[in-house]
């Protein structure tokens, strides 16, 4: 299969990747409508449950299937936990303490955590003059995004460092698939079902043990089941097979790209939907933030080369979401 067709025409392919920024953007919206009758793990679990189930439904009507390998299963196990569990429930936990839209923010940072990774755990990438100085640029940005200058503290400094933490789990969760999963001959789509699998699983086990029994469905309010619809069947399902579309038209670095339209949509949802306030330090920090992957990506200052079919399994890939990746 062509991952990488040449020119193709913007209408085949700009809709899907305005669109799924705009999904994964709102989803700090609807963690944030979630986490107020939900605990974070619940919030989580049912959010992972919708998406392993729209996927399954996606796999029986492709005539797919999922891994048989023992041995895939226990890797996309560790990227369950580190792509999908954890991650997802440290959003929520941040999102008690802070504005949605800082917790979009902190998403973009994940390609900041990916290369130092991919570099000094996973030996999937070299450090480059480049790679070194996007990295430089980026944690500046972190600096300008916490405002260092005005002394932080807090809870507020505590949700954003578990927003952080999100991050960096997906920052692991990336080059262990890169390293250990990408190289399967399964379908991204196969890949990512049994993941959310395995992660829901995973969260039906912690969640009671940590938070205790989850609440009935029923017993919620129609905003906050909405919530949990939207972000597992379109945030976590429906939004993996707009990207995998988007990937097979226009190669993994181009579809990676909507990396840098996602905050946008998250400080827009958070100061219109939710009246958020935004401080002038936080939209600056994150253009620092978003400058520095992409001097550390090659898309400045240097050309990329076209991406190659196994770029776009291992993006195709990505934990839910699934970025970064997303």
């Given amino acids: ?12 392919w700009l809709p899907g990747f305005v669109a799924l920024a705009a999904i994964w953007g709102s989803s700090f919206l609807f963690i944030k409508v979630g986490v107020a009758e939900l605990h974070p793990l619940h919030l989580t679990l049912y959010r992972v449950g919708a998406g392993a189930l729209t ?12 891994p048989r390998d023992p041995l895939v299963w226990g890797h996309l196990s560790v990227i369950g936990a ?3 569990a954890v991650p997802f429930t440290l959003f929520g936990y941040g999102e008690q303490r802070i504005e949605s839209l800082l917790a979009g923010i902190w998403n973009a ?17 070299r450090l480059t003059v480049r790679n070194a100085v996007g990295l430089a640029l980026g944690f500046a940005g972190v600096l300008v995004v916490l405002g260092v200058w005005q002394g932080v503290g807090g809870a507020h400094l505590v949700g954003q460092l578990m ?21 399967s001959k399964l379908s991204g789509l196969s890949l990512s079902a049994a993941q959310l699998v395995l992660a829901t699983a995973q969260l039906a086990i912690v969640a009671p043990l940590v938070a205790g029994a989850p609440p ?32 097979r038209i226009v190669g993994a670095t181009t579809a990676a790209m909507v990396t840098y339209l996602i905050p946008v949509f998250a400080i827009v949802i958070g100061v219109l939907v939710l009246s958020e306030r935004l401080t002038w330090h936080q939209p600056v920090g994150a253009l620092i933030v978003l400058l520095g992957v992409a001097v550390s990506q090659g ?19 990505t934990p839910a979401a699934e970025l970064a990746s997303r």
Avoid: H, W
């Fill in 216 to 247: 009935a469905p029923t017993s919620l309010s129609p905003s906050v089941v909405v919530a949990v619809l939207v972000l597992g069947a379109i945030g976590t399902g429906l939004a993996f097979v707009i990207n995998l579309r988007n990937i």
């Fill in 82 to 84: 580190l792509g999908v």
């Fill in 1 to 12: 299969m062509d991952f990488t067709p040449d020119k193709p025409a913007l209408r085949s």
């Fill in 55 to 66: 996927l399954l439904v996606v796999l029986a009507l492709l005539r797919d299937r999922l």
């Fill in 299 to 317: 898309l400045i200052g240097r050309r990329r080369p076209v991406a190659r079919p196994s770029d776009a399994v291992a993006a195709g890939t």
């Fill in 109 to 125: 940072t994940t390609p900041l955590v990916v290369l130092p990774m991919a570099v000094l755990v996973f030996r999937t990438e």
């Fill in 163 to 183: 927003c952080f933490g999100a991050a960096a789990c997906y920052g692991l969760a990336i080059p262990y698939q890169k390293k250990f999963v990408a190289g």
